[in-house]
Structure formats: structure tokens, C-alpha cells
């Protein structure tokens, strides 16, 4: 493309093919699974796409029936949010190398999600 006289041509295959490699790093990254963890009691399967996949609960945990009541909901967030968390960073690490390529600057956001 002639960046000193670029057509709107031009402009649109370049768009084309930005919001392409987003969609590829979208879908790989809804492909991956991330785990969370919490209290060393509940871990949390969480595909890239935002689905809860597997959730695991110590047997210590279940073992205790006061402290399943009270803890139970608690670790299973709290794992939630640790695997979604970590999907998170995976998302902005994924795309800058896109940024970088584009010129962006590295907090510039992406509608990934």
C-alpha cells in the first residue's frame, strides 16, 4: 500500500487483514484452557471462550462439611478469577506483536473478547 496516497482499496485490505490475525488469536486463544487456582482446595478449568471446563475440590474440603459451607463458594471465584486472569495477560501478550506491527502503542485495546 502507498502510505503517501494510500486509496480506500488499499485501506480496506489492510483492514481485512488486521481484523483476520485478530480472529485467528481470538480462536486460539479460545482454544486454550487456563487454571486457576484458590487455597490450595479448588482448581478450575477455564477455556479461553469464557467456559468453566472442570473444577476440581480437595478431598480435605469435602471432607469437612463446615468448611465446604463457608469456603466452598469463596475458593470456587477465587479460582475463577485467577484462571481468568491469567486469560487475560495471555490476551494483551498474544496481540502485541500485532500492536507492535501496526504501530499502536502497547496499552491500545483490541476488542478481543
Do not use: C, T
Amino acid at each position: 500500500m502507498n502510505m503517501n496516497n494510500p486509496n480506500m482499496a488499499d485501506i480496506l485490505k489492510e483492514a481485512e487483514k488486521v481484523q483476520a490475525k485478530i480472529e485467528n488469536i481470538r480462536l486460539e486463544i479460545s482454544n486454550k484452557v487456563y487454571v486457576g487456582r484458590a487455597g490450595g482446595k479448588v482448581q478450575v478449568e477455564l477455556r479461553g471462550d469464557f467456559f468453566v471446563v472442570g473444577l476440581k475440590v480437595s478431598d480435605e474440603l469435602l471432607s469437612d462439611p463446615e468448611s465446604l459451607k463457608h469456603d466452598l463458594g469463596a475458593l470456587v471465584a477465587a479460582a475463577i478469577n485467577d484462571a481468568k486472569e491469567q486469560l487475560n495477560d495471555d490476551s494483551a501478550n498474544s496481540l502485541k506483536p500485532l500492536m507492535k506491527e501496526l504501530g499502536l502503542p502497547e496499552d491500545f485495546e483490541f476488542p478481543v473478547q
